[in-house]
């Protein structure tokens, strides 16, 4: 891939969800976190498009609802829900979900624009992936429209958050956690300083790899065994008529291990993938869980060396691992083409 296009394809990955029966999508250079959701304040005087505020790194951030902006039909909140964390130049704010499915570039020619769209349209453009249509959001409006008064219909918001004592025992739980966090100050500039990271768990221990390698994540994938590949090749999987080699990540590294791969190939189990790009070579990475996608300040992350284990740090008082991605793609170990 030359230069060019590897920053058009950074330009153009999407981090993308489901809220109701839609698919809604942002740009991964606008996310800063994503996280299950929290106990939200609700102040009485709140405007109506707003359906809570949330402390987040020295800030009180408003939260939002898209689909209030949209006039579709707004359901209940669960305990599972997912709360995405956006920035535009100069907000901060949050969008709820109901499950983030997953991050992959957009080719400019699958993405259509929407026409007459003015500054408070949300929706600007839809991208047509396979059967499916994602509306691409523009954060922008969504900023104006937090600074604006607007009518919208009054709603009981409180009413669409869980009640019952179990998941509000665990909202305020994650609301604590997210109080607790060591804020930095978000201005313009700083940003820069940040490395912005997806992490995933091998076993119980929680690893990360950079976003200037990631090309897609999939949190549902089918393995097909190959026989006669080393233990440590999975097997391949079939990404939109492009047959991508599959690698055991735990095996590849010697990490105890429960069979995983083993499971894969009997019932052809359903399982997480990250998917890296080096240059014009692709591999994807069978892990046990995707987790969350954050940002943290260099001079935080401890280099560790040249091995497979690029750098330490410490997030949210967890220590995380950073993958070396390079090193996997030059290991004599393996052999990676496009197919």
């Given amino acids: 891939m030359n230069g060019i296009g590897y920053i058009e394809q950074k330009k153009n990955t999407h981090l993308y969800f489901m809220l109701g029966n839609s698919k809604y999508a942002v740009n991964t250079a606008s996310v800063l976190e994503i996280m299950k959701l929290p106990k939200l304040d609700y102040p009485q005087k709140l405007p109506n498009n707003i ?4 402390k987040y790194n020295n800030f009180v951030i408003n939260v939002v609802d898209i689909r209030f902006y949209l006039d579709t039909d707004v359901t209940k909140y ?15 704010f949050g969008i709820i979900t109901d499950k983030i499915i997953g991050i992959a570039p957009f080719e400019s020619a699958n993405v259509d624009a ?61 609301t604590k956690e997210i109080s607790e966090k060591t804020g930095l100050s978000m201005v313009t500039g700083d940003l820069y300083a940040r490395r912005k990271l997806i992490s995933f768990n091998l076993n119980d221990d929680l690893y990360c ?19 006669g590949t080393p233990d440590f090749i999975a097997g391949i999987m079939n990404l939109r008529g ?45 892990i046990d869980k995707i987790n969350e996608l954050f940002e943290v300040p260099e001079d935080k992350i401890v280099n560790s060396g040249e091995g497979y284990f690029l750098a330490e740090f410490i997030y949210n008082d967890t220590p995380y691992t950073i993958l070396n991605v390079e090193k996997i793609f ?9 197919m």
Avoid: C, H, W
């Fill in 51 to 54: 359906v809570g505020l949330l």
């Fill in 78 to 92: 669960n305990v599972n829900s997912d709360l995405l964390i956006v920035k535009t130049d100069e907000t901060i």
């Fill in 114 to 174: 929407i026409p007459f769209v003015d500054n408070k349209t949300i929706i600007d453009s839809i991208y047509k992936q396979d059967q499916d249509t994602i509306f691409i959001i523009n954060l922008y409006s969504i900023e104006n429209l937090l600074k604006s008064t607007i009518n919208l219909p009054s709603y009981d918001i409180p009413s669409l958050f869980p009640s019952d004592p179990a998941s509000v025992e665990i909202m305020q739980k994650r």
């Fill in 209 to 227: 790899i950079s976003l200037d390698v990631l090309k897609e994540v999939m949190k549902d994938t089918t393995i097909t065994k190959v026989p």
């Fill in 242 to 286: 492009d047959y991508i080699t599959v690698l055991d990540v735990k095996k590849f590294l010697n990490l105890n291990s429960t069979d995983k791969t083993e499971e894969t190939k009997e019932t052809k189990e359903k399982t997480p993938v990250i998917i890296v790009r080096s240059n014009d070579m692709e591999i994807a990475l069978l």
């Fill in 330 to 338: 030059t290991d004599k170990k393996i052999v990676v083409t496009d």
